[in-house]
């Protein structure tokens, strides 16, 4: 019995401890927030195992529609060249002012291999904390998202030209 008690004790401590370190850690601001500071690999790599996880479990209910309908791909992308291009680029547009500044930098979604679309639904209507990804599901809906999905999905194909008559 004398072991569990001092197990359990030592196990406290050193919560404790732990829980008195962090407080000091956040309380000397010694941690830079800025934007333009890249984060430390550590705490990257639990910023992506926190936002990867969450995203999936969350994600996995979802029910997707069809994603190969022209007019929801069209839709898709006169809504992403509204209100996505300043950050996740396209074809044909390389640079924004806005997307050199933000940290951590957005993914060129029309350079990168499509993600599963629960994923990207989940992502586009309720954002991602401290990434500057906006929650769209608070000012679209549903089927609005689901059409910029469709479209996301379809962009790595693209030309630029394809791409200007479709965002019109």
């Not at 995203?55 to 994603?67: H, K, M, N, Q, S």
């Not at 291009?85 to 979604?109: E, F, I, M, Q």
Request: glycine content about 10%.
């Amino acid at each position: 019995m004398k072991r569990v008690t001092r197990a359990v004790c030592g196990l406290g401590g050193a919560v404790v401890a732990a829980g008195v370190g962090l407080a000091v850690f956040i309380g000397s601001g010694a941690y830079n927030i800025g934007a333009d500071d890249h984060h430390t690999r550590i705490v990257l790599a639990l910023i992506e195992q926190l936002r990867d996880r969450s995203i999936g479990v969350r994600a996995r209910a979802l029910e997707v529609p069809d994603l190969d309908d022209a007019g929801r791909i069209a839709a898709g992308a006169r809504q992403y060249a509204a209100l996505c291009v300043g950050c996740h680029l396209a074809p044909g547009v390389t640079k924004s002012d806005l997307r050199s500044g933000l940290y951590p930098h957005p993914p060129n979604l029309s350079q990168e291999d499509p993600r599963a679309a629960r994923r990207e639904f989940w992502v586009v209507k309720h954002g991602i904390k401290m990434s500057a990804m906006p929650a769209w599901g608070k000012t679209l809906n549903d089927a609005a998202i689901w059409d910029i999905v469709a479209f996301v999905h379809r962009m790595p194909l693209m030309t630029p030209e394809a791409y200007q008559q479709l965002s019109r």
